[in-house]
């Protein structure tokens, strides 16, 4: 019977089951891209930057390999995609557009992306912007 490593003593205690992952969150926060995004007159014709966070919850569990979970650079990827569609009126559509992108991965059950346009209330605010969250389904 192995000792108790703390006490030396025999270790007669049950032994506790093992943690099982349920869920696994994939992550990326403060990706930054320049896209065509805006409504209004002053915002056509140009880029302005984002900075986009994005939180996946992926069914996977024991990851051992990069294949056994969801790649965070298939986010960069699909954000940069996205922004080389063409211009975008509204931060809501962008967020839409890139967590519908996460979903290609079947292993993925729900998107929370955040997008940020910094310049949008320059100088009076860091930031304007939007949060969505999508379920699969």
């Not at 696994?24 to 014709?45: N, S």
Request: net charge negative; aromatic share 4%.
């Amino acid at each position: 019977m192995a000792a108790h490593p703390l006490t030396n003593a025999p270790n007669t205690a049950p032994q506790p089951t093992p943690a099982r992952v349920i869920v696994t969150k994939v992550f990326v926060r403060g990706l930054k891209v320049d896209a065509w995004i805006g409504v209004y007159d002053h915002e056509h014709g140009r880029q302005q930057p984002l900075v986009i966070d994005v939180e996946l919850d992926v069914a996977a569990s024991h990851c051992e390999a990069l294949g056994d979970t969801v790649n965070y650079e298939t986010i960069l990827q699909a954000a940069q995609a996205i922004a080389a569609e063409g211009h975008i009126d509204l931060v809501e559509t962008f967020a839409e557009r890139l967590a519908q992108a996460s979903f290609a991965d079947s292993r993925v059950t729900r998107a929370r992306v955040r997008v940020e346009k910094p310049l949008a209330l320059a100088p009076h605010a860091a930031a304007a912007g939007v949060e969505i969250t999508a379920v699969r389904g």
